[in-house]
């Protein structure tokens, strides 16, 4: 059997937002682990407070900023605060994400604005706003953002929720 490739991000530096859930934090540490400085983002700062303590009792380099993504200047401040603390950033991971599963028919407007908000327009922006330091900086970088199937395949009571990964796939294609 082939062994895999051990994959290396020292000196790198990630950004990741809604690093308190599941995918967002596994990622966090699968890149600390691989040798990154992380900067994790989410809503919830006593998450990202336990998380940076165990990622640093591991001997990782991290920093966090807990803000509302979707709130206006929200995106560049979370880039600011990144910029602050690690010197640059390497990798953007858009993470960041919700689902409300509602009947179509059911769908109020807030609840699919808050979704268009944080898995799509907050996405863009914060990929904006470190693109703009990627490029500015010279050295290139990498932005991920994380979709669905539900962005290729509908799924009952998934409305606004397959919408938004639909727009992401095609954002990402930009």
């Not at 900067?39 to 990622?55: P, Q, R």
């Not at 690690?86 to 009947?103: C, Q, T, Y």
């Not at 907050?122 to 010279?138: C, E, L, N, P, T």
């Not at 970088?141 to 639909?166: D, E, F, H, M, T």
Request: net charge positive; hydrophobic share 45%; with cysteine.
């Amino acid at each position: 059997m082939m062994k895999g490739k051990e994959i290396s991000l020292n000196g790198k530096v990630a950004l990741i937002t809604g690093a308190a859930g599941g995918l967002g934090g596994a990622i966090a540490w699968a890149y600390g682990a691989a040798g990154a400085k992380v900067f994790l983002h989410d809503l919830f700062e006593d998450k990202l407070k336990d998380i940076t303590t165990a990622m640093a009792k591991e001997g990782i380099e991290t920093g966090f900023r807990a803000l509302d993504i979707t709130a206006p200047g929200a995106p560049q401040k979370l880039v600011d605060a990144a910029l602050a603390a690690m010197g640059r950033i390497d990798i953007l991971v858009n993470s960041a994400g919700i689902n409300r599963p509602e009947k179509s028919e059911d769908v109020s407007e807030k609840n699919w604005d808050d979704v268009m908000n944080i898995n799509l327009r907050a996405m863009f922006f914060v990929s904006q706003a470190a693109g703009k330091h990627m490029i500015a900086r010279g050295g290139g970088g990498k932005i991920i953002n994380l979709s669905s199937q539900a962005g290729s395949v509908a799924l009952p009571l998934r409305a606004a929720y397959c919408s938004s990964k639909g727009a992401v796939n095609q954002l990402t294609r930009t």
